[in-house]
């Protein structure tokens, strides 16, 4: 089926990674950086000259577009998204992307930066490549697999179907989305305008992969309200918040509930920001856990370390803030169940062995889930993601493409 065609995914990644696109979690406005307009001008207008008539970018940098069925049955309408975006972990800017061709399993050497290696002890998922054309970054920068595989095969899947119309398919949704990273990939979303009833996103790792479960995620500012007083009339009186902050720290389990210890389905407490004086600190923790009743359970284990280290300051008190930030997808999928299983089908399709995975963290498609559009996450071949050791495939790429055609082809017959 795909024997004769010139695929263009790789050549779409080489050009829409060397546009900066990383998103910035302090910033207020939406999207957090202008910048990312710059990819989604790029994409709407590459959209538009494919022939995706409706395709164009909102004032808040969504990309969205509409493949029109070609066929007479009644076929759901069902949704690709990828986010644009890329990590504030690591710089995204003057990415120089470098293709290793036949890959011959030893390691490979970043140029920009000499200790930058990439060796299959560490990226396990090397060992599975040797053949293959592996694309980095020069190794001064990240690459931008996360997430722009995804858009470059979304793009592609979309070019091979308009070239191929006795493909037969239902009428398919494009979605590409800014800020994924700093967790605000929907807030802006219009649902109404998408208009689709199913979705994937596409942005997981390893080749077949397919993942229908993420963490439930809360975010907790907890404020510790210190005593200040002159440091020369402190006796007695001042209550230090920096501290009391660094009790509570210290108090945080040292063999389990942190992300370094904790693996499979086990959730975590993790401090990730402090800040502020003497007086009054703030500390930033993300909770998460597969189970969401599990955040609860967590957050009442911070609350007995904090009360246990303001127990010994007599006139201090702290702040506990709560946020919602996803749940986890497989709470809605779980009620699809066949929104997967054909992801599991087009997987096989495209020749490969379905993995199933869940994600230790989340996607858009976990809030996009319980926004009414359940989306699991299907294989875009990122691996190495958020570092300067990021890496793909070009033949993983290649699969994906086939994978979402295949998707398209498998809705259409189901219905």
């Known amino acids: 089926m795909f024997k004769d065609y010139k695929y263009t995914c790789t050549e779409r990644f080489l050009k829409y990674v060397q546009v900066d696109t990383q998103s910035d979690p302090d910033s207020k406005s939406y999207p957090s950086t202008e910048k990312q307009k710059d990819l989604g001008r790029i994409l709407a207008a590459e959209l538009l000259e494919m022939g995706i ?24 309408v069902i949704c690709f998204c990828s986010h644009m975006d890329t990590s504030p972990d690591c710089s995204g800017k003057n990415v120089k992307p470098i293709m290793h061709n036949n890959y011959d399993g030893g390691s490979i050497e970043l140029p920009g930066d000499k200790n930058e290696v990439l060796t299959p002890g560490v990226h396990a998922a090397l060992k599975s490549q040797i053949g293959n054309d592996i694309i980095t970054s020069d190794g001064t920068t990240l690459l931008g697999a996360d997430n722009k595989a995804g858009v470059a095969e979304i793009m592609d899947a979309m070019n091979y179907l308009l070239k191929h119309p006795d493909i037969k398919h239902g009428t398919i949704k494009i ?27 596409m942005d997981g790792d390893v080749a077949g992969c397919i993942e229908d479960e993420t963490f439930s995620a809360d975010s907790v500012l907890v404020r510790i309200n210190g005593v200040i007083t002159h440091p020369g009339s402190a006796y007695g009186k001042m209550e230090n918040a920096i501290k009391i902050t660094g009790d509570i720290l210290a108090n945080l389990p040292k063999d389990s509930l942190s992300p370094e210890t904790t693996k499979d389905k086990e959730g975590f407490i993790h401090p990730v920001a402090v800040s502020g004086g003497a007086e009054r600190t703030e500390i930033r923790f993300i909770i998460r856990d597969f189970i969401t009743a599990g955040l609860a359970e967590k957050e009442n284990t911070l609350k007995g370390i904090i009360e246990k280290a303001l127990s010994s300051y007599k006139d201090s008190s702290y ?10 997808m497989k709470e809605v999928l779980d009620t ?23 994600v230790r963290g989340g996607t858009d498609g976990s809030r996009l889930s319980f926004m009414g559009l359940p989306s699991p996450n299907v294989f875009a071949g990122e691996h190495g993601i958020h570092s300067k050791q990021e890496w793909v495939s070009v033949q993983d790429m290649q699969k994906a493409v086939e994978t979402i055609v295949h998707l398209c082809m498998v809705w259409e017959e189901k219905a």
Do not use: C
Request: net charge negative.
């Open 319 to 328: 702040d506990f803030i709560v946020e919602e930030s996803y749940r986890n």
């Open 336 to 358: 699809v169940p066949f929104v997967t299983e054909y992801a599991i089908e087009a997987i096989k399709r495209a020749g490969l062995k379905p993995v199933h995975k869940r």
């Open 53 to 76: 008539k409706n395709a164009h970018m909102d004032d808040f940098g969504y990309v969205y577009g509409t493949l029109e069925s070609n066929t007479e049955k009644n076929v759901p």
């Open 175 to 201: 979605l590409f989305t800014p800020d994924e990273e700093v967790g605000r990939g929907v807030d802006k979303l219009d649902m109404k305008k998408l208009g689709a009833q199913y979705g994937y996103t």
